[in-house]
């Protein structure tokens, strides 16, 4: 089994960062892909990054591209989410998940899950 917990959400305004940590314990060994999700009241829980075990592939929705940036530190067991230029609509609980296999883009992918971080942007 794999422990996912994360951190660092908040409320903050628009326009302003924020960074997502999210820890791994127990068999991380069996970790490829890893990815953030987030659901917002009352919408499907969606896909906002995923990154590769070795971090040199990366995948992003078009509605974070180019604001949202996914890393991993393998020797922490450490996934990172930097959020820039938040919008009101980012307005979500942020989900970390790890995944036994590679090319994850779908939640059915995905074994592990941790509970969510809330991470709320005001206008």
């Known amino acids: 089994q794999v422990q996912l917990v994360e951190s660092g959400g908040g409320l903050v305004q628009a326009g302003d960062s924020l960074r997502l940590s999210c820890v791994a314990s127990?068999?991380?060994?069996?970790?490829?892909?890893m990815g953030w999700f987030r659901q917002a009241p009352g919408k499907e829980r969606d896909l906002v990054a995923v990154?590769?075990?070795?971090?040199?592939?990366?995948y992003y929705p078009d509605a974070v591209k180019g604001r949202f940036t996914i890393s991993r530190d393998n020797d922490r067991n450490m996934m990172f989410l930097q959020m820039n230029s938040l919008k009101p609509e980012d307005t979500a609980i942020y989900y970390c998940?790890?995944?036994?296999?590679?090319?994850?883009?779908?939640?059915?992918?995905?074994?592990?899950w941790g509970q969510g971080t809330q991470v709320t942007v005001s206008s």
């Open positions: 998940a790890a995944s036994r296999d590679t090319m994850a883009r779908k939640i059915e992918d995905y074994n592990y």
């Open positions: 127990g068999r991380t060994s069996s970790i490829y892909d």
């Open positions: 990154i590769s075990w070795s971090g040199t592939l990366t």
